[in-house]
């Protein structure tokens, strides 16, 4: 069995989210439909206001850097960070389209936060990036480090595998069709901090106190089960990462056995795919 590689896995992921950026950044308003909800539940959870300083680890293409920053006001100051320069430009592009010039974009790995300075941030937010780091203890260190004293830090993650089958069928089917051996604990992934109790354990294990988790159902919602593939096809990073695994020219089929269990979402109301978030925060 190969050895995990963690620093070829990071910039595999940096690689894929370059690619992926203009995807991304197309898809926002999908993303800020179906993740909003949850969003506004984790920059409450962290007590963001007027005035706050906040950093946004993994920010993507910043829909949570962006919220933040209309909470935040004049007086505030938002810093989205990510691996992937691409990406950060659509973030800051979609900022100044906003109007919003509170918002700042600093290329950075999330396990190397060390580089920003310590206590300068009031809350550290992160939605969807912290199971993708492949040193979790690190990144939530960094953040730890990064706060003021009585700050707060939030995140979002995907709970389990069964209650997120819009991305866990995917997963499945190219784990099995690229011969991959099921992830190991503590290896990166969609779903690794998921299971009960795993979330917690982490942010005890950072330092971290007062801490809350809640599970939210958000089920993504599309026309059809051929736009959700779409979707995935054209901004799941993960996914691409796998079926490298798969030869090329297998791959098209695999996306058809996709397509396949993605249909067995579709509902006379559309496409409506599984999924549960959890929403944690904590104080440092």
Not at 76 to 96: C, H, M, N, Q
Not at 244 to 266: F, K, M, N, Q
Request: hydrophobic share 40%.
């Amino acid at each position: 069995m190969a050895t995990f590689d963690a620093a070829q896995y990071k910039q595999t992921t940096r690689n894929q989210w370059e690619e992926a950026a203009e995807a991304w950044h197309h898809w926002g308003p999908l993303l800020e439909s179906w993740l909003g909800p949850a969003t506004d539940l984790m920059l409450d959870a962290v007590q963001i206001t007027s005035g706050s300083r906040v950093l946004d680890v993994a920010a993507g293409a910043g829909g949570q850097a962006l919220s933040a920053a209309r909470r935040v006001g004049q007086s505030g100051r938002v810093v989205a960070t990510d691996i992937s320069p691409t990406i950060l430009e659509y973030a800051a592009k979609t900022a100044a389209a906003e109007g919003l010039t509170n918002v700042d974009t600093r290329e950075l790995d999330g396990e190397a936060l060390t580089q920003l300075e310590a206590g300068s941030f009031d809350a550290v937010i992160s939605r969807v990036g912290l199971i993708y780091f492949p040193d979790q203890q690190q990144a939530l260190s960094g953040m730890r480090r990064a706060l003021r004293p009585a700050g707060r830090v939030g995140a979002i993650v995907y709970s389990t595998a069964d209650r997120n089958g819009f991305f866990s069928g995917p997963v499945g089917i190219i784990r099995r069709r690229a011969q991959l051996p099921p992830p190991t604990p503590g290896q990166p992934g969609p779903f690794s901090l998921g299971a009960p109790g795993v979330l917690e354990q982490a942010l005890t294990d950072a330092g971290f106190t007062d801490i809350t988790v809640q599970a939210v159902d958000a089920p993504l919602r599309l026309p059809s089960a051929a736009d959700c593939l779409r979707f995935e096809r054209e901004s799941f990073g993960a996914l691409h990462q796998m079926l490298s695994g798969v030869p090329e020219a297998d791959r098209d089929e695999v996306w058809t056995e996709i397509h396949d269990h993605l249909r067995g979402y579709e509902t006379p109301a559309g496409f409506v795919g599984p999924c549960e978030l959890l929403v944690v925060s904590a104080t440092r």
